[in-house]
């Protein structure tokens, strides 16, 4: 997964949201998921649940193995928020 967010210049937050994956000849593909204009692109709390949504419709929350994203504090937050996601899902199941 790639994941980045940034600010258009009429001030619209997005964040957008790839798959990378090796398909079965072995080529490195990379598909556009979703393309979100965000509330709030600094909170990572709500870009957790933004990417667990994307990550749910796809129906592959058990299939990330990597995380790409910068360096951001809010990030790092939307990691700890979506491992947390993820966990209870799997408690749920």
């Known amino acids: 997964m790639v994941v980045d967010g940034w600010q258009a210049p009429n001030v619209i937050e997005f964040v957008g949201i790839l798959a990378r994956f090796v398909d079965k000849d072995y080529c490195l593909q990379t598909v556009p998921l979703d393309f979100v204009a965000c509330e709030d692109k600094t909170k990572g709390k709500y870009l957790a649940k933004v990417l667990y949504k994307v990550l749910e419709e796809f129906e592959i929350t ?32």
């Open 62 to 93: 058990d299939r990330i193995h990597a995380i790409t994203t910068d360096n951001a504090s809010n990030m790092t937050t939307m990691l700890q928020e979506l491992k947390i996601l993820l966990a209870a899902k799997v408690q749920y199941n």
